[in-house]
């Protein structure tokens, strides 16, 4: 498996996994989780109207098959790469798994929870706080949202 270096080519690759979500209807958007060394350990899309679960989001199915992967719950050392900013839930999730870095596309100004509408991985409070870089190909993760939703909405 070829090392993912750079936060552009994780995203990148993040919009490669987010584009296979629409066959299910699903919301195009894709999540990658890589090693301290920049391994993939795992990727995932969108599935929650392919699985019929509201938990289902990119980010979380990607920790959980990262977890996996590692054989433990803890992604110390790993960054997880998305399309678009995270929920509260994702957040939540991202910090609890420990990862070391959180790299995203396009900013969410409805629902984004780290830096947008609130900055739960930052929160002084908490006792993990991942490196949070944001706006990443941001014009491109956006376009594939707003091409989606003109599609799905009209």
Known sequence: MTPLASDEALVRRALEVAATATASGDVPIGAVVVDAAGRELAAACNAREALGDPTA???V???RAAA??????RLEGCTVAVTVEPCTMCAGALGLA???RVVFGAWEPKTGAVGSLWDVLRDRRLNHRPEVVGGVL???CAAVLEAFFTLHRG
Do not use: D, K, N
């Not at 996996?68 to 719950?73: C, D, F, L, Q, Y």
């Open 138 to 140: 941001e014009a491109e």
């Open 57 to 59: 989001h990119a980010e």
């Open 68 to 73: 996996r992967v590692a054989g433990e719950w």
């Open 61 to 63: 199915l990607a920790l």
């Open 98 to 100: 420990r990862v070391r």
